[in-house]
């Protein structure tokens, strides 16, 4: 019942590229591979993404014409698809000249050629594969490297169309970064030295801006709520969310009235914050006065950050902003991005538990999510309504962004598995990690990779998308295996 505040899409270039001696050569053929190509551009377009087509270039005058359409057209990603042979000079001046991702697609029509009727028209329109060394080679000449090649089939290929989605899928990641704006409000929760992180530096490494925030302007917002507002969203929270008895943790009490008004509240104060500072995403931290009007609020964030979250847009605690930016890449990829460390083992079962307090994604949660009143938030100010679920069964992707001793960022990247299991009835979201070769092993190859304490959780095995898109934003990644 909870969507998305904005669809996710991106704007990405086709062309197709040749050799123009063939035309006079092989009447038709040129209109053959054009066929070809408006295929192609189909399987691009059923990715729900913008396409725009700069056609066949098979003069080098042509490319560098192209080039200055595509600069102006603002796109995140570009195909090159290789329709048949094509010299390195239709290529080299769009290669040189873009500063977005380009990856080279080699879908062959045919699975294999008639041998016993086989030409060399017939040929050419399945040579996509001849000129990609060619290609790949002057690129790194010119101090550039394509982001990938695609190799496979046009039609019937569930491989090459997967590899088609997996880049359309990071451009649309690529799309929202540009312009995105992380909030940042209070302070690093006292001593937690992996937190700190330079808004000058976040911006240099993708592209964003990181407006510094006040909780007196979230107060000043607060006072125009209206009861009215409130009601509604009371009911919307209620719909999404279950609201057990507590169990064996005396910290935890069935939701109150009194945190689901303050919970309600905050949620309605926070999207209009969100919406008057246009933020992509929100850190934050901040202890107030005990009783005060700011550590009231602050303290019933919970329930309205796991609404936001659910309609992209990161809110993340203990102003923890380089995993916002994580959460952000995950719930561009459609795979979810909750907040995370871990927790106890199972040493006897072989698992981890994965979790957090605070605001989860609720779109990759198993069933509905729970709402419990905490007596209080351990380890931090306040008291109030706080977010329990567990993760979907099945495939999991964790993304911790951390930064090096040199202060450039690195991705740290791990896949486990989500099983089915209780999970403590704290308040707090868990679920049972399982990793491979075994759950010790995997943490400790984890934590020697210099990660911060928290990453983003989400669905699916996705470590090689992730991969790609570090080496697209010039971020080194370490995958733990």
């Not at 969203?233 to 057990?244: V, W």
């Not at 309600?264 to 008057?276: G, I, N, Y």
């Not at 009143?373 to 992707?397: D, Q, R």
Request: some cysteine.
């Amino acid at each position: 019942m909870i969507g998305r505040l904005k669809e996710r899409s991106a704007r990405i270039g086709v062309f197709c590229v040749a050799h123009p001696v063939y035309w006079p050569q092989f009447p038709g053929l040129l209109e053959t591979l054009m066929g070809y190509h408006e295929d192609f551009k189909k399987l691009v377009e059923s990715n729900e993404v913008e396409v725009i087509d700069f056609g066949m270039i098979d003069e080098s005058e042509k490319s560098y014409a192209a080039l200055d359409r595509m600069k102006s057209a603002k796109l995140d990603l570009v195909f090159c698809n290789m329709v048949t042979y094509a010299t390195s000079s239709v290529f080299a001046p769009i290669m040189r000249g873009l500063d977005v991702p380009v990856v080279l697609a080699a879908l062959q029509p045919l699975a294999h050629l008639d041998y016993e009727t086989a030409n060399t028209r017939r040929q050419l329109e399945n040579d996509s594969i001849c000129s990609v060394p060619e290609f790949t080679g002057v690129a790194i000449r010119l101090g550039k490297r394509v982001a990938d090649v695609i190799i496979g089939m046009l039609y019937n290929d569930p491989k090459s169309a997967a590899d088609v989605r997996e880049w359309c899928e990071i451009a649309k990641v690529l799309h929202d970064l540009k312009g995105a704006r992380f909030g940042l409000m209070g302070h690093v929760l006292e001593a937690m030295y992996d937190m700190h992180a330079d808004p000058t530096a976040i911006s240099a490494a993708f592209g964003v801006h990181v407006p510094l925030l006040e909780i007196d302007d979230v107060l000043r917002i607060a006072d125009s709520v209206t009861e009215e507002e409130i009601r509604e969203k009371s009911r919307l929270i209620l719909e999404n969310f279950d609201t057990p008895d507590p169990k064996s943790d005396p910290l935890t009490m069935r939701l109150t009235d009194a945190d689901l008004r303050k919970s309600a509240r905050a949620a309605v104060t926070l999207d209009k914050f969100v919406q008057e500072y246009h933020l992509t995403g929100l850190a934050y931290y901040y202890n107030g006065q005990p009783g005060s009007p700011q550590q009231e609020m602050i303290s019933s964030f919970i329930v309205g950050n796991s609404l936001l979250n659910a309609q992209g847009i990161p809110m993340c605690g203990e102003f923890d902003l380089k995993t916002c930016i994580a959460m952000f890449i995950m719930d561009r990829l459609n795979i979810g991005g909750s907040f995370a460390e871990f927790h106890p083992f199972d040493f006897d079962e072989g698992f981890i538990f994965v979790g957090h307090d605070g605001p989860h994604h609720i779109a990759i949660a198993e069933g509905k999510p729970v709402l419990r009143s905490l007596k209080a938030y351990h380890g931090k100010p306040g008291s109030g309504a706080s977010v329990e679920f567990k993760i979907k069964e099945g495939p999991i992707t964790m993304l911790g962004l951390t930064q090096t001793g040199d202060g450039r960022f690195k991705f740290v990247i791990g896949e486990g598995m989500s099983a089915k299991g209780p999970i403590p009835p704290t308040g707090n979201t868990n679920t049972r990690g399982f990793f491979e070769p075994d759950a010790r092993t995997f943490i400790k190859k984890w934590v020697m990779a210099g990660p911060t304490h928290h990453y983003a959780l989400g669905i699916g095995h996705h470590a090689e998308t992730i991969r790609k898109l570090a080496e697209v934003l010039g971020i080194e990644a370490e995958i733990i295996r």
